[in-house]
C-alpha cells in the first residue's frame, strides 16, 4: 500500500486551531501520512495576547535532516518562519531536496491585521522562498504585502494582485478572498495565463481561527496524492467550506475550523 507522505514546516499553536498542529490534523484527515519541522512556538490567548519564540536554526536543521534521514516526501509546505534567518534555512533546505511540490502559506499577517513575520523577511520571502513554490496562498491583506498594493477590496485587484505575485516565480498563485464582503467566498487561482475561481456559501462565524493554515495543509495533502494542482485546491476549498461551517466553540474568543467535518458530515 501506497502511503502518500506531506511535511510541514511552521510554528506550533498552543490552543491547536493553527500552525503545525491544524496542518497535522488535516494531512490526517486527507489520509495522508504527517510531518512536522517546527520553526518557533506561537502563544496567543482569545484577549490577543501574543508571544512568538522562534526555534534556534540548529533546532530546525536537526528537525529537517531527521525527516529527510529516512523518509521521502511527496510534498511540503511552509507556513510561519516569521525571521529572515529562518526563512532563509529552510529555503536552503527546500532547494536541497527533491520533493516534487512545494505549497508557500506566506503567513505574515493574522485575522486581526497583526504582524506575523518580521519586517525584512518580506524580501527574501518574495526573492528566495516563493520562487520555488508550486503554489503560494496568500490571504487579503498578504496578497497586498506581495503585490505592493495598498489594499485589495474587489475581485479585480485579487487579480491584479495574483499577476504581480505570479511574478515572483511562483507556478501557481491562489489568492483567498475571504474577507471581501462577497455574497459567496472567492478564491482565486492564476496559472500565469487563466484565472479559475473557487465560491462556497460565506458562512457567518467567528470561529475560523487556523482556516488558512487549514486550506494550504489541504492543498498540500491532495498535491501529496498526485493530484493536479486546480484539483487540489478545489478539494481543500471544500475541504475548508465544511470545517468552517460546522467549527465547534472549544474555548473562549476565536475558535477552529473543526477538522473532521468534512468526514464526518459530507464523506461518510
Not at 122 to 130: C, F, S, Y
Not at 163 to 173: N, P
Not at 255 to 267: E, G, L, M
Amino acid at each position: 500500500m501506497k502511503v502518500y507522505k506531506a511535511l510541514s514546516i511552521a510554528g506550533s499553536h498552543s490552543r491547536g486551531g493553527a500552525g503545525i498542529q491544524a496542518d497535522l490534523k488535516t494531512f490526517q484527515e486527507r489520509d495522508v501520512y504527517g510531518m512536522g519541522v517546527i520553526t518557533l512556538f506561537a502563544t496567543a490567548d482569545y484577549k490577543g495576547n501574543r508571544n512568538v519564540f522562534p526555534q534556534p536554526l540548529q533546532v530546525i536543521e536537526a528537525q529537517w535532516d531527521t525527516v529527510f534521514s529516512g523518509m521521502d516526501v511527496d510534498a511540503l509546505k511552509t507556513g510561519m518562519l516569521f525571521s529572515v534567518d529562518i526563512m532563509r534555512l529552510v529555503t536552503s533546505k527546500i532547494k536541497t531536496s527533491k520533493v516534487p511540490h512545494v505549497v508557500v502559506d506566506p503567513v505574515m499577517a493574522s485575522k486581526e491585521g497583526a504582524a506575523l513575520s518580521q519586517e525584512d523577511s518580506l524580501d527574501v520571502l518574495k526573492k528566495e522562498l516563493i520562487p520555488l513554490g508550486s503554489v503560494v496562498t496568500p490571504n487579503l491583506p498578504e496578497a497586498a504585502l506581495l503585490a505592493g498594493m495598498d489594499s485589495i477590496r474587489t475581485v479585480a485587484e485579487m487579480k491584479e494582485a495574483a499577476k504581480r505575485i505570479h511574478d515572483l516565480g511562483s507556478r501557481y498563485v491562489l489568492v483567498k478572498g475571504g474577507r471581501l464582503t462577497q455574497e459567496n467566498a472567492i478564491d482565486l487561482l492564476y496559472d500565469g495565463v487563466a484565472f479559475q475561481s473557487y465560491e462556497a456559501e460565506r458562512i457567518d462565524t467567528p470561529h475560523t481561527n487556523g482556516a488558512g493554515c487549514t486550506l494550504s495543509a489541504a492543498i498540500t495533502a491532495e498535491l501529496a496524492k498526485g493530484k493536479p494542482i486546480a484539483e487540489a485546491v478545489g478539494k481543500g476549498k471544500a475541504f475548508i467550506t465544511e470545517a468552517i461551517r460546522h467549527a465547534v466553540p472549544v474555548g473562549r474568543g476565536r475558535n477552529p475550523t473543526y477538522h473532521a467535518a468534512y468526514r464526518k458530515y459530507v464523506k461518510s
